[in-house]
């Protein structure tokens, strides 16, 4: 709250900082709400740590796993509403994580991620369980579902895509993991290129939170729609997927372009030049892995040969 003075009818208005206004010999005192009046929103509402004397005083006395708990919900709950404040309010909402974010609240929300995957496979219904887009065919559902992945690098799936017997939570962490890290260093590499401002801890923060929409809708979305539709009448539940996905990649455009100060062709050559720099990390990732697997595989032969002959 910012007090400010206004004029009112009928004479005229002196005012200060503090609110306080005179007319005409008569002291007003009128305050007024700036972020009410510009239209902008506001932050999210942070729970307090102390609401009350009585609480704050039986915080003092716990320790231990107590206090631990009390401290993990404050900011489990602080970090869940940054969350959806920055799904709805993306442009103010990723200005104050620039200001506020922090290591944790990455791992908070990476771990919500996971489990939102997790839910996912969870509460399928069965007859998706082994649905998958045929790609022989080019189709708008097979169009809509690659470009909706590729610009979240694959971490936001709606299908099993592969067999549900090989798929478990730890092995979908991997596939959220590994991405977001090879995404965090190739967009601070590109951004430092272009002189962006954004320190890392900013890009992962931001990077993070601009899964708040896939976290929400996908695990609620999966539950409802396919236990009760058909695979015939899977077009509502997969035109929600592709506008989760792309309302993620949005978040990860305008994190982008607040967070680096960018505008709008520095921030799309980030954007692109970054998924690039993911793949070409993959493939070198790939290229040494098989080089150390047939050195590994030439010396062990070696060895084998000079200790039995």
């Not at 959220?176 to 190739?186: D, K, N």
Request: aromatic residues 16%.
């Amino acid at each position: 709250m910012t007090g400010t003075t206004v004029p009112l009818p009928g004479g005229s208005l002196v005012g200060d900082s503090s609110g306080d206004a005179v007319m005409e010999g008569l002291a007003v005192e009128k305050t007024v709400d700036v972020a009410a009046v510009s239209g902008r929103p506001r932050a999210p509402y942070f729970p307090r740590r102390f609401a009350t004397a009585p609480r704050a005083a039986r915080r003092t006395e716990a320790t231990g796993w107590r206090r631990f708990a009390e401290d993990a919900r404050w900011y489990s709950t602080k970090w869940f509403r940054q969350m959806l404040f920055v799904a709805m309010h993306p442009e103010e909402g990723f200005w104050e994580l620039k200001r506020s974010g922090d290591w944790s609240s990455v791992l908070f929300v990476v771990a919500l991620l996971i489990a939102a995957r997790g839910l996912v496979m969870a509460v399928m219904g069965f007859h998706f369980v082994f649905f998958a887009i045929d790609n022989t065919v080019w189709s708008v559902e097979l169009v809509m579902e690659q470009i909706s992945r590729t610009v979240t690098f694959g971490m936001t799936q709606f299908l099993y895509g592969g067999n549900p017997e090989d798929t478990s939570i730890l092995q979908e962490g991997v596939r959220i993991i590994i991405p977001f890290v090879t995404w965090s260093l190739a967009h601070y590499a590109i951004a430092m290129i272009f002189f962006g401002e954004g320190s890392f801890r900013d890009i992962c923060v931001s990077a993070a939170f601009s899964f708040g929409p896939y976290i929400v809708i996908a695990p609620i979305a999966t539950f409802v729609l396919t236990n009760s539709m058909t695979l015939n009448e899977r077009s509502l539940f997969m035109t929600i997927s592709w506008g989760t996905r792309l309302w993620v990649a949005y978040l990860f455009y305008t994190h982008i372009r607040v967070i680096h100060d960018f505008g709008t062709g520095r921030t799309l050559a980030t954007y692109a030049i970054g998924a690039v720099t993911v793949i070409i990390i993959w493939a070198l990732a790939a290229l040494i892995f098989a080089l150390s697997s047939n050195t590994y595989e030439f010396f062990y032969q070696v060895f084998y040969e000079l200790t039995t002959r």
